[in-house]
């Protein structure tokens, strides 16, 4: 099946720093990719679709300077949190659309912990 | 009022029971609907994929949609303790919103042994 490799699963940063989270599709190509963060007990938050090639979509409230989002290939979506700050800790989730199936594949996800 | 409303439970059975989600959704434009089990700490991963209404059923999950009604359920049977897990009911219209996902809040099951 379709496998979507998310790296890092956990990372601990310094507040100040910028952090950078790869999504990769595997054994498909993704010509869209969703980013979500999500909350204890809360469910995901969609804060921008990338279409390769092209610049992000951001949802409403999601400062587009502060979560860089680059999709320059088919297979490779990164998503850079920049100057992070402690409130920025939370799991974020990468998804990329299968461009032939249009089926949907999740990453594992990628703990932030910001100190 | 959300696009989609799910209970989000928690909801704890034991083990065998016959286990019945839902979710009710206001937008009539939905077509694709899905359901999602995620684990705590890891990714959603996809169960069922429904396009319009109708029973799909696979191994022990059920998944009815009943678009006049605008409501989904995901029924498990004999539900076992490695069920334990959220529940996420997700739709999309045919037209291109971007292709996102509507998301319901998810549903947290226990299954006890």
Redesign the interface.
């Known amino acids: 099946g379709a496998v979507?490799s998310?790296h890092p699963s956990r990372v601990i940063c310094k507040s100040g720093t910028s952090v950078k989270i790869e999504c990769r599709s595997l054994d498909f190509q993704a010509t869209?990719m969703?980013w979500y963060r999500q909350f204890p007990?809360?469910?995901?938050m969609?804060m921008a679709?990338s279409n390769e090639g092209s610049k992000a979509?951001y949802e409403q409230g999601v400062e587009k300077d502060k979560f860089l989002i680059n999709h320059a290939s088919l297979t490779l979506s990164t998503l850079t949190v920049t100057s992070a700050h402690p409130e920025d800790s939370s799991?974020y989730?990468c998804?990329a659309?299968d461009r032939v199936t249009?089926?949907?594949?999740?990453?594992?996800?990628t703990?932030l912990t910001v100190v | 009022q959300k696009e989609v409303e799910q209970d989000?439970g928690p909801l704890s059975v034991p083990e065998g029971a016959i286990v019945s989600l839902n979710c009710t959704y206001s937008n009539s434009a939905f077509q694709y609907f899905?359901w999602?089990r995620q684990y705590s700490?890891?990714?959603?991963?996809?169960l069922m994929?429904t396009y319009s209404s109708g029973n799909k059923e696979d191994g022990r999950f059920t998944a009815q949609v009943d678009k006049s009604s605008k409501y989904i359920s995901l029924f498990i049977r004999d539900s076992q303790p490695s069920d334990s897990a959220t529940y996420?009911c997700a739709m999309r219209p045919t037209y291109n919103q971007?292709?996102?996902?509507i998301?319901?809040?998810?549903t947290?099951l226990s299954v006890k042994p």
């Open positions: 979507v998310q869209t969703f007990k809360q469910s995901l969609l679709t979509t799991f989730i998804s659309r249009y089926g949907y594949t999740f990453g594992s996800g703990r | 989000p899905m999602y700490r890891k990714g959603p991963e996809l994929y996420l971007g292709g996102k996902l998301f319901g809040q998810g947290e």
